[in-house]
């Protein structure tokens, strides 16, 4: 639920924006599944239902100076750290063009070195002591930045959760790990997955603090976030935050989520989709018209359309680039 007595201390013009990146990265992942199912794009693994914690976080963080390290569902979050929707297509189609690999890497594998997204490993969870990295150097070059890293609640079975989480937390360092947990790995449910009741129960095994939040409530997530970031800059160490959530989607285009999932279960969490909710309370609250959601609905597809056809019609990388970034160039 979206909680309307905190929206005070955001203006007007930012949550509509925020709603704006919440729907696009939406918009974007369903043209992406229509791509992937016309046989234009070889794989989609989606972020609908976790657009609404990506972007709320996003905003609490430093979007010119901080590191994030994504996981492959968190197109919300390479979005508002600058990536733009004909990059996010460029990757989607393998095109040489593409800034995270330029084409070598599997989609959704994000990294891109002038907005600080960190590119991230295929193994499931490895950005976590990455992360802890980063905000050690943070720390060691007194630069006040933090770093920003996501998973899934699966992965937070792996054991480079405990290890960097653990280091991080012995040294104090300027780290939020959020954990987006949609209740889902693959085809495991949580109830699978864990026998603790919150995964930010684990807090308590590194001394810091660990914060569950409604994934639909963009308001709270922001104030939990922007609280984390605080005391990452002030020194007290990282925090752990759980936004509970729903995988809208199967885990991926590969994925037949019919076999361990039911049509209702799913109907019945589309019902609750939290970018709805919040587009509702811009509504409510008379900051947004449905006129002006019209407007800023066509002003996205326009934007989709153009980067599909850029990113169907770019170049894919020459055979002659192919040992490009495998070796070192001599010398630079
Ligand atoms: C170390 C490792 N083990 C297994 C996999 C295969 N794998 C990819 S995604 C995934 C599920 C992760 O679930 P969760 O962390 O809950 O993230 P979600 O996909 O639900 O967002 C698995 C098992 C992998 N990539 N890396
Ligand atoms: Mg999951």
Redesign the pocket.
């Known amino acids: 639920m979206v909680n309307q007595t905190k929206q005070a201390e955001l203006s007007k013009d930012t949550l509509v924006a925020m709603y704006q990146e919440m729907l696009l990265a939406r918009r974007i992942d369903e043209r992406m599944w229509l791509l992937n199912r016309a046989g234009s794009i070889p794989f989609v693994?989606s972020c609908q239902g976790?657009e609404v914690a990506q972007i709320a976080a996003s905003y609490a963080l430093n979007k010119d100076e901080d590191f994030v390290l994504p996981?492959?569902?968190d197109l919300g979050v390479v979005l508002h750290f600058g990536m733009t929707v004909k990059e996010v297509f460029l990757q989607a189609y393998g095109k040489a063009e593409d800034p995270n690999s330029g084409g070598r890497q599997m989609p959704s594998h994000y990294g891109q070195k002038k907005n600080r997204i960190v590119t991230g490993s295929?193994?499931?969870?490895?950005q976590v002591p990455h992360a802890a990295g980063f905000a050690l150097a943070s720390k060691m070059e007194k630069r006040n930045v933090v770093s920003f890293v996501t998973?899934?609640?699966?992965?937070?079975n792996?054991g480079d959760f405990h290890e960097g989480l653990n280091f991080a937390a012995v040294h104090k360092l300027p780290m939020i790990v959020m954990v987006?947990?949609?209740?889902?790995?693959?085809s495991?449910p949580l109830s699978r997955?864990v026998a603790c009741e919150n995964i930010s129960d684990r807090a308590i095994g590194y001394g810091i603090p660990g914060v569950t939040v409604d994934g639909n409530d963009a308001l709270e997530i922001y104030r939990v976030v922007k609280e984390a970031h605080e005391r990452a800059l002030n020194g007290e160490g990282p925090t752990l935050i759980e936004t509970i959530s729903y995988?809208l989607t199967p885990?991926s285009s590969d994925d037949d989520d019919m076999t361990y999932r039911t049509k209702d279960e799913v109907a019945d969490h589309r019902t609750l989709d939290g970018i709805a909710q919040f587009r509702d309370m811009l509504i409510e609250q008379g900051y947004l018209t449905e006129a002006e959601d019209q407007e800023i609905e066509e002003k996205i597809k326009q934007e989709i359309n153009e980067a599909t056809d850029y990113a169907e019609n770019a170049p894919y990388a020459g055979v002659s680039t192919l040992t490009d970034h495998v070796y070192g160039q001599g010398g630079e």
């Open positions: 693994v976790q996981y492959y569902r295929s193994p499931v969870t490895t998973l899934g609640e699966g992965s937070s792996q987006e947990n949609n209740k889902y790995a693959i495991v997955q995988r885990h």
